[in-house]
């Protein structure tokens, strides 16, 4: 079992920015990916960015260039998503989840919220 827990999010202005961290703890794999999704109300849950156990990353053509995901220099199993240039459509729930061979896990998610 893995255990993922976000936090980070909250109410921001447009242009503004916000760094949401997710954790995961428990039975982990050293080979897993680690990524953010994010739901806006009425739409489906969309990837956001991504980021895999060698360095790989991927990032939603909507975020790129203003998002960037890490993961945490001496705990890998700690990820952030820098977010900055927020505009008003990043508003949404923001989920993190975490994948390996042993199975797909995902935390209770973060709301955040960009408005003037």
């Known amino acids: 079992q893995v255990q993922v827990v976000e936090s980070g999010g909250g109410l921001v202005q447009p242009g503004g920015s916000l760094r949401l961290s997710c954790a995961a703890s428990?039975?982990?794999?050293?080979?897993?990916?680690m990524a953010w999704y994010r739901q806006a109300p009425g739409k489906q849950r969309e990837l956001v960015a991504l980021?895999?156990?060698?360095?790989?990353?991927?990032y939603a053509d909507s975020v790129k260039g203003r998002f960037t995901i890490s993961r945490d220099n001496t705990n890998k199993n700690t990820v952030y998503l820098q977010m900055n240039s927020l505009k008003p459509e990043d508003t949404a729930v923001y989920y993190c989840?975490?994948?390996?061979?042993?199975?797909?896990?995902w935390g209770q998610g973060t709301q955040v919220t960009v408005s003037s």
């Open positions: 980021i895999g156990s060698g360095g790989s990353l991927n």
């Open positions: 428990g039975r982990i794999s050293s080979i897993n990916t």
């Open positions: 989840r975490h994948s390996s061979a042993l199975g797909i896990y």
